[in-house]
């Protein structure tokens, strides 16, 4: 009877065990979600992560051949034998395989490499993507599989290739031309080459005078004087451009008659921005929190993954971060709706939002970055998070939030006022209704308001109490800054949401760019980079070129161009690029450059070589002497100030400027290079602009002409 009832107990504990066993597989790519997502689904499904991709092309070769018409050879990653050893067990108990990685191109390939990295043919197999780690959002992917889309796969894989093209053939002839370590790539070469272009358009920039002119003016019956601004002559819009023409406005307005020709009163609308993307995300982080591109989205990967909230425990915030679309899911759109009507009014709710027209389809699939649930404030959820993951969670749910709004509505009134045929204006505006603004203010968006007076109307005379008037120069283009390069990339269709963030972490590891203040300048290293790349690979850092390539991406992803037929048409013309380049190389035997300078230890001449902060002297016996020295550059100038040469030099992290090699016991430097020649009108420097000198003095603005032999020269 014992026995008996023993093995009715094994055959229960059995049966238990069959129906607690997992019978689903559900595979994702990071380790952080899956605590998440397995609570969300329950005892039946098994949730594992393959910690990214699992196979690659081969590091020590290109991993393809030209012969056989490119046909990728893939290995797997080193060290992911172990991850792949646990998913084939747990592949071989399961009914079903859910392959779950990101829902982007990246993520297609990785659940397509799963797929044939664990045998998969001939099981249970199904595709599934949510665009946030949500409760719902994970149970609707599962009532909702699919097949692995090849068009998504091809895309990544072809843009894969195109890297691998353009880094492995090119790189050796960089090591070969400057220094080893050196790399060259699709999107980082032409991302270089836009930084390369601002910098040469500031260093040649010449400043230009003009001068303000302001009347403030007496209102009878007002204690407040009116600030007029020069407008022109009658309806015509000038600018003063010296000082001969500011003194002719002068006396032309000597005992003129003041008075109010036009006023017009108004209202204008400030519309609310769009839902954040990468993109703008990107920017607007850099811009109010400081965050590098990197940081940005390493924190909104965390948020996305899922935080430890109190009471619900782990719970993904926002959706997903790879995205270039504003478009947003009308659930999400009608809990905004209510959320706004509850906590702002129905004033505040928009009606019809606007979202960004694009010519592409891509990624449209994914929502524009927001919060997974608008009633999660981030004043709720400030004990959970850290610092910064507060900070940046606040950031796209106030922008969320503002989006779904009416726009700020002003008062708007301009006033013109003639003085002897010349014309001034008044522009003021007031707040009437703060609309988005009451959630969210952008910089752009924070304008002085002002209001003008009632008793002006058209004839009114005013009172010239005096007239202000100013000298200015032209500023030269701003130095672009992370959140503006990302601007730039965007505008010009060079990389995708998902490339931004490194192709800058890798200029600035390979020093071809240092950041400083937020300001980003191009390292020597960075300048002979992109010169070679130039001169040697004209179509790798083109623009045009490398956008239209994305668009030739964005068409393989779409199913309208084949992905091998744009490698067989590129592959030829880089090769053929390479191969002049290496012979050209071989034709010219580099040598290293001789310095003035010799060795302190042994005597011998000083040669110039490349370091990871750009040039610097070595003694040519080494290994049997290792002394090396700074490299400076002479000039052939003068110091101004005690006679010693000006050598270039450059600052700690990498900048160029042009200083005294008799530093620190003399302190003269100038950004741009010094020319030799001293100013007419108040005998400072004159630096180097384009074909044009200018006076390094602080106001003094002196331009003239460089001399026509330097110009030829150039």
């Keep these: 009877m014992q026995a008996e009832r023993s093995a009715e107990k094994d055959a229960d504990r059995h049966c238990r065990t069959e129906v607690e066993m997992a019978k689903y597989l559900v595979i994702v790519e990071s380790p952080a979600k ?65 392959l779950a990685t990101d829902p982007d191109r990246e993520g297609e390939a990785i659940s397509w490499h799963l797929y044939y990295a664990l045998k998969l043919e001939g099981k249970k197999v199904y595709r599934i993507t949510f665009n946030e780690i949500t409760k719902t959002a994970v149970k609707e992917a599962i009532k909702n599989p699919r097949e692995i889309d090849m068009n998504l796969v091809d895309a990544q894989q072809v843009r894969r290739v195109l890297d691998r093209m353009v880094g492995y053939r090119i790189s050796p002839v960089l090591w070969a031309k400057v220094k080893r370590g050196l790399s060259a790539g699709r999107v980082q070469s032409a991302a270089l080459r836009i930084i390369c272009e601002r910098e040469e358009e500031i260093n040649a920039f010449v400043p230009e005078e003009y001068w303000s002119l302001d009347a403030v003016l007496d209102i009878a019956g007002e204690k407040k004087p009116l600030l007029a601004k020069y407008h022109g002559c009658g309806e015509k819009k000038a600018i003063i451009k010296n000082e001969k023409q500011l003194q002719d406005i002068l006396k032309n307005l000597e005992n ?76 999400a759109s009608l809990a905004a709706a209510k959320y706004i009507e509850e906590n702002y009014g129905t004033a505040y709710m928009a009606k019809q939002v606007q979202e960004k027209k694009s010519g592409r389809k891509i990624q449209d699939a994914h929502e524009a970055i927001r919060p997974t649930d608008i009633a999660r404030t981030p004043a709720d959820l400030k004990d959970s998070l850290s610092r910064d993951q507060f900070r940046l969670y606040q950031l796209i749910w106030k922008r969320f939030t503002a989006s779904r709004m009416n726009g700020a509505i002003y008062e708007t009134t301009s006033v013109k006022i003639d003085a002897a045929g010349e014309r001034f204006s008044v522009s003021a505006s007031k707040l009437k209704f703060d609309g988005f603004l009451s959630v969210y203010t952008r910089e752009e968006d924070r304008e002085e308001t002002a209001v003008i007076s009632g008793n002006l109307d058209r004839g009114t005379k005013l009172a010239l109490k005096e007239l202000q008037y100013k000298q200015h120069f032209t500023q030269p283009p701003a130095h672009y800054t992370e959140a503006s390069v990302v601007r730039a990339l965007e505008e010009q269709g060079i990389g995708r949401p998902s490339t931004y963030a490194p192709t800058l972490t890798t200029l600035l590891a390979r020093r071809y760019i240092v950041k400083e203040n937020k300001n980003i300048y191009v390292t020597e290293i960075g300048e002979v980079v992109d010169k070679m790349m130039r001169e040697a690979f004209p179509t790798i850092v083109d623009v045009n070129f490398t956008a239209n390539m994305e668009t030739l991406l964005d068409g393989v992803e779409l199913g309208d161009v084949d992905w091998k037929t744009i490698i067989r048409n590129f592959y030829p013309d880089l090769d053929e690029a390479v191969k002049k380049a290496e012979k050209q190389l071989e034709e010219v035997e580099i040598k290293d450059e001789l310095s003035e300078e010799y060795c302190d230890i042994c005597g011998r001449q000083m040669v110039i070589k490349y370091g990871p902060h750009g040039r610097f002297l070595a003694c040519p016996g080494f290994p049997d002497c290792k002394n090396t020295k700074p490299y400076f550059e002479k000039i052939g100038v003068a110091c101004p100030e005690c006679g010693g040469d000006i050598v270039m030099k450059k600052t700690r992290k990498g900048r160029k400027y042009y200083g005294c090699i008799n530093n620190p016991e003399c302190d003269f430097m100038v950004w741009q290079k010094p020319s030799g020649v001293l100013c007419e009108k108040c005998g400072s420097m004159m630096v180097e602009k384009g074909n044009k000198l200018v006076c390094s003095g602080e106001g003094c603005g002196n331009v003239a002409d460089k001399p026509a032999h330097q110009q030829s020269e150039e």
């Design 34 to 98: 899956v605590k998440t997502i397995k609570k969300f689904l329950g005892a039946n499904y098994e949730v594992m992560a393959s910690n990214g991709h699992v196979r690659d092309l081969p590091k020590s070769q290109l991993g393809f051949s030209p012969e056989n018409d490119f046909e990728l050879k893939y290995i797997t990653i080193r060290g992911k034998g172990d991850i792949l050893a646990a998913l084939r067990k747990e592949v071989k108990k399961a009914e079903k395989i859910y």
């Design 256 to 331: 003129a008659d003041w008075k109010i020709t036009d006023k017009k009163s108004g209202e204008r609308t400030k519309k609310a921005p769009l839902p954040f993307t990468t993109s703008t995300l990107q920017q607007e982080a850099s811009k109010v929190l400081n965050f590098s591109t990197q940081k940005t989205m390493r924190i909104a990967q965390q948020l996305y993954e899922g935080v430890d909230i109190k009471g619900n425990g782990t719970v993904g915030v926002i959706t997903y971060l790879r995205t270039d679309s504003t478009r947003v899911s009308e659930e």
